[in-house]
């Protein structure tokens, strides 16, 4: 029930909507000088009825004027093959613009209403299920443009082939008059503002309005789409997906990371037990030298010691052996004979010295006193 009320709310909004769209083109169009501009230039209104396009463009927009209740007349000063006259002299066009004013203007006090019944409705119909608001909105417009465009693609087709009729039958069903009907002898509106000119207006407003109803068909669409339990259901698939290839890819990052700083930490602590190592070898080499000093300092000491003890023997042995019968010449004659000697070397220069004989301890049996 809340989803048939939301929508049939919705729909009403969208007719009010595309009314108001389609209104506000027609001011949007009629208020733009270029373009009537270029009617006028194209129809060649100018040079039929003796003025020029800066009258004609001041006249419509007279008329303009006057019909949003901005005017207080539709008098305006022309120059009509060369002499000043007022444009529009023909009383029955004052009397039509009068009842064309009180049409526009009403419409335009409509159109105000209805934008604030438009946005109430648009608030109710979203509010009463707030959640499948997006859905229900749109189908609400979606319906109420199917309609429209049904009629508006009836009275375009009526128009396109056969114009007089359709703007015949437009005049008729809004004034109860027969005040629309000119004298073209007589009245310059009328020959200012051929049916064609109309024509072009109505396919300007078409143009303008169809842009903006058919954009919004298609955000409705979009919307549709977007909140239809298929589109969910898919776009929660991918939405999985999408989460574990991001599981994965930041997995496999972390898998990176960690790899690398394993990597880094493995390095450092291989430098570090390098740098443990090289200061351990250094300390064995340092230690290994001073070992290896004491124990030539001891293998010297020992040999030392070995020698002190060999003197020691050699000196016990030669203490205990029997000394041999050797005679030898008391010391003052020795000490005599050296002293003669002495005296007689210079005596005998040019002569040739005897060498002296070397003492040979005949006690020294271990060759130690030798050295």
Do not use: C
Request: no cysteine; charged share 25%; hydrophobic share 45%.
């Amino acid at each position: 029930m809340r989803k048939l009320i939301s929508v049939g709310m919705a729909m009403l909004a969208s007719i009010l909507l595309i009314l108001i769209v389609v209104f506000s083109s027609i001011g949007f169009v009629i208020n733009d000088e270029t373009f009537v501009n270029n009617e006028f230039t194209k129809l060649a209104v100018g040079p039929k009825m003796g003025m020029t396009n800066t009258d004609l463009v001041n006249s419509f927009n007279r008329l303009v004027d006057y019909m949003e209740g901005k005017a207080p007349d539709i008098n305006v000063t022309v120059t009509v093959d060369g002499e000043t006259k007022q444009m529009f002299d023909y009383p029955q066009e004052a009397e039509h613009m009068v009842d064309v004013q009180k049409i526009y203007v009403t419409i335009a006090s409509y159109r105000d209403v209805g934008v604030l019944v438009m946005l109430i409705l648009f608030l109710f119909a979203a509010v009463i299920h707030f959640r499948m608001a997006p859905q229900y909105l749109a189908q609400g417009y979606l319906s109420g443009s199917f309609v429209f465009l049904l009629i508006f693609g009836f009275l375009g087709t009526w128009a396109a082939l056969d114009f007089s009729n359709f703007w015949t039958f437009f005049h008729e069903m809004l004034f109860w008059n027969d005040l629309w009907l000119f004298d073209g002898t007589q009245s310059r509106m009328i020959n200012m503002l051929p049916e064609q000119i109309f024509a072009d207006i109505i396919a300007r407003v078409g143009l303008y309005a169809g842009i903006v109803i058919l954009t919004l068909i298609a955000l409705s669409i979009v919307a549709l789409v977007f909140s239809s339990e298929g589109y969910k259901r898919r776009k929660a698939i991918a939405l999985s997906r999408k989460k574990a290839r991001d599981n994965a890819n930041a997995a496999r990052k972390k898998a990176r990371d960690d790899a690398r700083k394993a990597l880094e930490e493995e390095k450092r602590l291989a430098e570090k037990r390098a740098r443990i190592a090289a200061a351990k070898a250094r300390k064995q080499a340092a230690a290994e030298a001073a070992a290896q000093e004491e124990e030539q300092a001891r293998l010297r000491e020992e040999k030392r010691a070995r020698k002190r003890a060999a003197v020691e023997a050699a000196e016990q042995d030669a203490a205990q052996a029997p000394a041999p019968a050797i005679q030898r010449e008391p010391r003052p004659q020795r000490e005599q004979t050296a002293t003669q000697k002495q005296a007689a070397r210079p005596a005998q220069s040019g002569q040739a010295t005897e060498k002296p004989t070397k003492k040979k301890n005949v006690h020294d049996d271990t060759g130690f006193l030798d050295d």
